[in-house]
């Protein structure tokens, strides 16, 4: 048999291998439809991108716009295996369509979601039907509480405020504070609530002040307040984003746009990889990553210890992880 005949047969062979490969392997189609196009939710989709890694090759993946959606109609869509609405007006606008598909929501918050949920009550929401499960940025009280003592050791007594949208963190954070030996002063400021004369009383009976993210109207309402008394009584305050401690918080605990795609492109991973099985339905997770932003003035001025980032962050997880065992064991 000549050389160039065997090169013939061989080339024929490679050929056929790789059609029926690309046959044999049907990709996965999912669509990201995104609230915006600004930077966060871009980051947001490279997170994921990223998290993907080898098995993107798997998968056909599709970014669309919330606006080109409402625009041309939602044609295809109903042709996909897993519809992922990134942001909150993604996810309402998602869960509005008869889409026959299990829908993710992420780069929400969870007082969007209960806002729109059956039962709000418990920590275990029902979501609104058509809706899968969610990853949402706010962070699980467990760790907000640990950070806390974390950064004032001598604490005992944490205080916070909460809108009607975000009661059902209230019952939580109660839990975590109990389960970590501490107590906590709150109160609900209702949309008649006198602020400064609420917020005055937890403070006069708090250690340290815990932000709860809530709505955003009610977020700027009391913002400054909060800050402002925290100078006033010398107490630190755990905020919720960079912007809250350049504020004056003396640090805050938040998860940034990439990590939670990176929580979201493991959560396809998952999908890809069992299905249904590997992620239970009606289901709402904390994000894995995070990110601390100190500010070491505020620190200084409290008399805190000062620490790095990549210290408290350390102590933070480990802190964390025995918490959560004690937790199972009881």
Same mark, same amino acid.
């Given at each position: 048999?000549?050389?160039?005949?065997?090169?013939?047969?061989?080339?024929?062979?490679?050929?056929?291998?790789?059609?029926?490969?690309?046959?044999?392997?049907?990709?996965?189609?999912?669509?990201?439809?995104?609230?915006?196009?600004?930077? +966060?939710?871009?980051?947001?989709?490279?997170?994921?991108?990223?998290? &993907?890694?080898?098995?993107?090759?798997?998968?056909?993946?599709?970014?669309?716009?919330?606006?080109?959606?409402?625009?041309?109609?939602?044609?295809?869509?109903?042709?996909?295996?897993?519809?992922?609405?990134?942001?909150?007006?993604?996810?309402?606008?998602?869960?509005?369509?008869?889409?026959?598909?299990?829908?993710?929501?992420?780069?929400?918050?969870?007082? @969007?979601?209960?806002?729109?949920?059956?039962?709000?009550?418990?920590?275990?929401?029902?979501?609104?039907?058509?809706?899968? @499960?969610?990853?949402? &940025?706010?962070?699980?009280?467990?760790?907000?509480?640990?950070?806390?003592?974390?950064?004032?050791?001598?604490?005992?007594?944490?205080?916070?405020?909460?809108?009607?949208?975000?009661?059902?963190?209230?019952?939580?954070?109660?839990?975590?504070?109990?389960?970590?030996?501490?107590?906590?002063? @709150?109160?609900?400021?209702?949309?008649?609530?006198? +602020?400064?004369?609420?917020?005055?009383?937890?403070?006069?009976?708090?250690?340290?002040?815990?932000?709860?993210?809530?709505?955003?109207?009610?977020? @700027?309402?009391?913002?400054?307040?909060?800050?402002?008394?925290?100078?006033?009584?010398?107490? +630190?305050?755990?905020?919720?984003?960079?912007?809250?401690?350049?504020?004056?918080?003396?640090?805050?605990?938040?998860?940034?746009?990439?990590?939670?795609?990176?929580?979201?492109?493991?959560?396809?991973?998952?999908?890809?990889?069992?299905?249904?099985?590997?992620?239970?339905?009606?289901?709402?997770?904390? +994000?894995?990553?995070?990110?601390?932003?100190?500010?070491?003035?505020?620190?200084?001025?409290?008399?805190?210890?000062?620490?790095?980032?990549?210290?408290?962050?350390?102590?933070?997880?480990?802190?964390?992880?025995?918490?959560?065992?004690?937790?199972?064991?009881?």
């Amino acid at each position: 048999m000549s050389l160039l005949f065997k090169r013939i047969i061989w080339g024929v062979c490679c050929l056929l291998l790789s059609v029926g490969t690309s046959h044999g392997q049907e990709q996965t189609r999912i669509v990201l439809l995104l609230s915006g196009d600004s930077n +966060p939710y871009q980051e947001v989709v490279a997170g994921i991108r990223s998290a &993907l890694g080898k098995k993107a090759g798997d998968v056909s993946l599709e970014t669309v716009s919330l606006q080109s959606v409402a625009e041309t109609g939602l044609a295809g869509l109903d042709e996909i295996d897993l519809l992922v609405a990134v942001g909150t007006r993604a996810t309402g606008f998602a869960l509005a369509q008869p889409l026959d598909v299990p829908v993710f929501s992420t780069f929400v918050t969870r007082s @969007s979601l209960v806002a729109a949920a059956a039962d709000s009550r418990t920590p275990g929401v029902q979501f609104p039907e058509g809706l899968h @499960s969610a990853i949402v &940025l706010d962070q699980p009280a467990t760790r907000v509480v640990a950070l806390t003592r974390l950064i004032a050791p001598q604490a005992k007594r944490l205080g916070t405020v909460v809108n009607n949208s975000a009661t059902n963190r209230l019952e939580e954070f109660k839990a975590a504070v109990a389960q970590q030996h501490l107590s906590l002063t @709150s109160a609900m400021l209702l949309e008649d609530s006198n +602020p400064i004369r609420d917020l005055k009383q937890v403070f006069a009976e708090s250690d340290a002040f815990v932000v709860i993210p809530d709505v955003s109207s009610f977020n @700027s309402k009391t913002a400054k307040w909060i800050l402002f008394l925290s100078y006033r009584h010398r107490i +630190p305050v755990i905020g919720y984003s960079q912007k809250y401690t350049e504020a004056g918080a003396a640090i805050s605990l938040f998860t940034e746009p990439d990590q939670v795609g990176r929580d979201t492109g493991e959560q396809i991973l998952g999908f890809l990889k069992h299905g249904h099985a590997g992620n239970p339905q009606n289901v709402v997770r904390y +994000p894995r990553y995070f990110s601390l932003a100190v500010n070491p003035t505020v620190m200084d001025s409290l008399g805190l210890e000062p620490q790095t980032i990549a210290e408290l962050k350390q102590r933070l997880l480990q802190l964390e992880s025995v918490v959560q065992r004690e937790a199972e064991s009881e």
